[in-house]
């Protein structure tokens, strides 16, 4: 009998005849964000505990951040999206960073992280983020509103991280000064190396996708103000997640700042399977 060829056709889930249903559309995939972004310090032990080999931890090992951003994206082929249906280019999400290094090349990981939008959450799953479903909240003045500051020395800023009605964290910043993104601190701005995983269907076999990846990032710009300023980091704790063996020992300082970049793909640098 002759095979039937396979005509489904998209990027991603759902596959359809015409491939329009696509919960993610093809990269290039570009973006733009908002991110308030707390520095601390963990136990160095517990960052180590996320990072298998050939993952080692960074130079500094327990150097963390939690980042609560604001994103717009499209993918390349739908560039008129913002208009067509808006709540498909932006969503809000929250996450724990760590430094790691790979071959001696430093960098950073996402250890864990929640967003309030299902196309996030898929394209996440591709790249290697550990999404989550939850909710983001962050501060956000309008410059023409009588009843709030300005953005300047002394605002005040908070970012809120629940999810299925349980507060995980909030992270808050006073700034204090502009700086340049050159001065942002590490792991901020490092390389991203990612475990991608995605388990076989027959029951006991190994993951049928289980590889280290690096996320590049094109024509990569930050916003013209980049803040430091003073902050805070409380952990709550969850009966499901595992986030407070990360709760933070010390916060070091906070910044605020913009970005936008373009990715289009990136590179398998390891697998385990």
């Known amino acids: 009998m002759k095979e039937r060829p396979f005509k ?4 991603s889930y759902p596959l359809t005849p015409e491939g329009k249903a696509s919960i993610v559309g093809p990269f290039p995939w570009h973006y733009g964000t908002e991110y308030l972004n707390i520095l601390y310090r963990t136990d160095p032990d517990v960052i180590a505990s996320y990072l298998p080999r050939p993952l080692e931890p960074a130079e500094d090992p327990g150097l963390a951040y939690v980042a609560f951003s604001r994103w717009w994206s499209v993918w390349e082929e739908r560039k008129d999206m913002p208009w067509v249906l808006p709540e498909r280019t932006q969503y809000m999400e929250a996450a724990i960073w760590a430094g790691c290094a790979f071959e001696g090349v430093q960098g950073q990981i996402c250890l ?4 309030d939008n299902d196309f996030s959450l898929a394209r996440g799953w591709f790249m290697g983020f550990p999404k989550k479903l939850g909710q983001v909240s962050m501060t956000s003045y309008h410059p023409l509103n009588p009843g709030m500051p300005a953005m300047g020395p002394r605002a005040r800023l908070k970012g809120v991280a629940s ?6 964290f909030e992270g808050e910043m006073e700034t204090l000064e502009k700086v340049s993104h050159g001065e942002l601190p590490r792991p901020m701005g490092l390389p ?3 475990i991608r995983h995605f388990p076989s269907i027959v029951k006991g ?3 049928s996708v289980l590889e280290l990846v690096s996320l590049g990032a094109e024509d990569y710009r930050y916003g013209e103000d980049v803040w430091r300023g003073e902050g805070g980091l409380s952990f709550f704790s969850s009966e499901v997640e595992e986030h407070m063996p990360l709760a933070p020992k010390e916060v070091l300082g906070a910044y605020s700042f913009s970005t936008g970049y373009t990715f289009d793909g990136g590179r398998v640098l390891h697998s385990w399977v």
């Open 163 to 168: 999810s299925h009605g349980e507060k995980l």
């Open 112 to 115: 864990h992280i929640w967003v």
């Open 8 to 11: 489904l056709r998209g990027f």
């Open 205 to 207: 076999a190994p993951p």
């Open 192 to 194: 991203l190396f990612h």
